[in-house]
């Protein structure tokens, strides 16, 4: 069973609407971290969120653009939010440490959601 | 990108030979993590090398550390055509889950039968 789980694993928007990103990992952990993919390219942090406190955004982000909620510590949700076709990209959640029987340093991913905005 | 550079950024080989591959940070680093990704597909960890660590072995991988030039590179011996692949370092400052791993650019790997 995957450890990190995410939903949707793809979508076709149209500009102007938002979608809603579901994390789901299966053992409490203390941080998530959202990454985007744009076509081609490496991953790029967008927001580290911990439990019970706002998300801190990388330069570039902003929390209107990606509101994050984080309400329990095994699930957390990214928003995108009014978007334009430069938002196709992967969303992907990511863990460090704090699950169950693996490395502590290990950085592990979810899936990823694959968006595509018309 | 948020942190350093890989080169080549793409590189074509055949079958058989071995692959090298770059990468350096800007900031000072607890760990450096290789992943690679097959096209449209997740991230697979493949190593982690820690800051007072210099050289890691895993079955084909070979990854080395210079802290003093901050850089790293990622060997793959006797390449097969299912190595090809995106490859990224990944290097986190902190040891612990509280602290954020940034990417590198990566490199694309193209591994000719």
């Known amino acids: 069973s995957a450890v990190i789980s995410q939903k949707p694993s793809r979508d076709i928007c149209q500009r102007g609407t938002s979608l809603t990103i579901q994390c789901q990992v299966d053992?409490?952990?203390?941080?998530m971290f959202w990454y985007r993919q744009q076509p081609g390219q490496s991953l790029t942090l967008i927001a580290t969120?911990?439990?019970?406190?706002?998300?801190?955004?990388e330069s570039g982000f902003v929390i209107d653009k990606f509101p994050i909620s984080r309400p329990n510590l095994t699930f957390s949700t990214l928003t995108v939010s009014n978007m334009s076709p430069e938002d196709s990209s992967i969303y992907l959640c990511s863990v460090g440490g704090g699950l169950a029987g693996r490395t502590q340093e290990t950085q592990y991913f979810g899936p990823g959601t694959r968006l595509l905005v018309l | 990108s948020q942190q350093g550079e890989e080169d080549p950024q793409a590189l074509s080989i055949q079958e058989g030979e071995n692959a090298t591959m770059n990468c350096s940070y800007k900031?000072?680093?607890?760990?450096l993590q290789w992943y690679r990704q097959n096209s449209g597909r997740g991230l697979v960890h493949l190593i982690l090398?820690?800051?007072?660590?210099r050289e890691k072995h895993s079955g084909r991988l070979r990854v080395t550390l210079d802290t003093s030039k901050k850089s790293s590179s990622l060997l793959i011996t006797a390449s097969r055509a299912a190595d090809t692949a995106s490859y990224f370092c990944?290097?986190?400052?902190?040891?612990?889950?509280?602290?954020?791993?940034?990417f590198g650019p990566g490199t694309s790997l193209s591994v000719i039968p």
């Open positions: 969120a911990n439990q019970g406190s706002e998300a801190t955004y």
């Open positions: 900031t000072s680093i607890n760990n």
């Open positions: 053992s409490q952990v203390t941080m």
């Open positions: 990944a290097s986190r400052r902190g040891g612990t889950s509280y602290d954020k791993v940034i």
């Open positions: 090398i820690r800051s007072n660590e």
